[in-house]
């Protein structure tokens, strides 16, 4: 058991939990509680995957492309600079659908991708197939809620880049929340508590599942990567590199020269020389991060699973930060207080410079930890090739209903 970084208690009772029934485990410095298996967890496995393991956000992960533009074509001094990004943000806001449907300007999402067309929908139940697929297509290319975002960042030399996370949506959700069901002996559709449910995949439910959790990587990368060159193209700019991972999914990988299902929760893969994308918060910088080469590190990327963050970790929860509410949207009624105000938010964001559309006080940066001192946790095993200062940040409103969020 390898564990980077200071946790509290119950985040490591867990991860103790979780290493009774699985080979190997590791925790990242960004962990923290989640469901059965924490936050920033990776767990490897012997012919079996866990469905709370990888999570109702099938496939969730984060893309980003760095562009051929740079600060200067955007204009000749700071105040023409902010008047572009401010555009940019609009037009991003308004062209990009956050929340549960599509309904923002943009209209050619690829709901004719190939992937519709993949055998893995026939491991659905035959009766929920048609609606999967329906919600499935709906969906492709929006973004979201909770902390799901897209970003415009610039790095250490001026370029810009473009930045997004978010998952398998409403597609994903079902599939976990179905096999989750099917995973207790109750019937897809059925609401049962979130325990562990280790499915064999030389099994028929494990087999069906696998098939699907593939399936919802492959729907997730493509909605990353249209929404991602979208706002390149509201830049005006072109695609130069892509930098993409998924951090809740679960991979076939060889370790010590034996075969292992390895389940990766809010955890990057990081192998030597792999490339990811770290979100620090709406007001912190995000970095472009490789797995270090080297024999030093070697052993701890081993006993770390070849992973690393993928994000800088909560240090409280969404009802700590916003306070509790009764009801939804400008009806919702205050019961207590969070901890973070509007004017807590707002100082920090205009410090920052960010142009900030919608996001709410869950998701401040207060809430987060620091990305630098996490990744100083990580013990070496991964290096920083690009610091992105984040220019344009776009989340969904406070309001924005979404049960997919997270």
């Known amino acids: ?72 074509d955007l204009g000749d ?44 929908w026939d491991a659905a139940p035959p009766r929920e197939r048609k609606a999967l697929v329906d919600k499935a297509r709906s969906q492709l290319g929006t973004v979201g809620s909770g902390n799901h975002y897209v970003d415009v960042f610039a790095d250490e030399t001026g370029t810009l880049w473009v930045g997004v996370h978010f998952g398998s949506r409403g597609f994903g959700h079902t599939v976990a929340s179905g096999f989750l069901a099917l995973g207790q002996g109750k019937t897809w559709g059925e609401r049962v508590p979130e325990r562990e449910a280790l499915l064999d995949i ?32 509201i830049l005006g700019g072109r695609e130069m590199e892509l930098v993409h991972n998924h951090h809740n999914f679960a991979w076939k990988e060889t370790h010590d020269g034996e075969e292992f299902v390895v389940v990766r929760k809010g955890a990057t893969p990081a192998f030597p020389g792999q490339k990811g ?64 105000t509007p004017e807590m938010m707002k100082e920090w964001i205009d410090a920052k410079g960010v142009i900030l559309r919608g996001g709410g006080l869950d998701e401040s940066p207060h ?23 984040p220019l344009v940040v776009v989340m969904a409103g406070a309001n924005e209903f979404d049960p997919y969020k997270d």
């Open 77 to 120: 001094t700071d105040a023409a600079q902010h008047g572009a990004l401010g555009s940019i943000a609009d037009e991003i806001a308004n062209t990009v659908s956050f929340g549960v449907g599509r309904k923002n300007r943009a209209d050619d999402a690829p709901v004719d991708h190939e992937l519709f067309h993949d055998e893995a």
């Open 202 to 233: 030389n099994e028929p439910l494990g087999h069906d599942y696998w098939h699907l959790m593939n399936l919802a990587g492959r729907y997730a990368y493509a909605g990353r990567e249209w929404v991602a060159r979208k706002v390149v193209s």
């Open 277 to 340: 994308f770290i979100g620090g918060s709406m007001g912190d910088d995000a970095v472009i991060v490789q797995g270090r080469l080297g024999d030093d590190v070697a052993g701890v990327q081993r006993d770390a699973l070849f992973s690393t963050v993928h994000g800088a970790g909560r240090v409280m929860s969404r009802s700590q930060a916003a306070g509790k509410k009764k009801g939804w949207g400008p009806k919702a009624r205050i019961i207590s207080p969070g901890r973070v």
């Open 1 to 72: 058991m390898k564990i980077f970084g200071q946790h509290d208690e119950n985040t490591i009772i867990q991860l103790q939990k979780v290493a009774q029934t699985a080979e190997r485990v590791a925790l990242m410095a960004d962990g923290h509680v989640g469901y059965v298996m924490p936050i920033g967890g990776v767990a490897a496995y012997r012919d079996k995957v866990s469905v709370v393991g990888v999570g109702f956000d099938i496939a969730c992960g984060n893309a980003a492309i760095r562009t051929n533009l740079t600060l200067a």
């Open 367 to 389: 809430v987060y930890r620091r990305l630098p001192e996490v990744l100083a946790a990580q013990e070496g095993t991964v290096e920083v090739l690009h610091t992105l200062r």
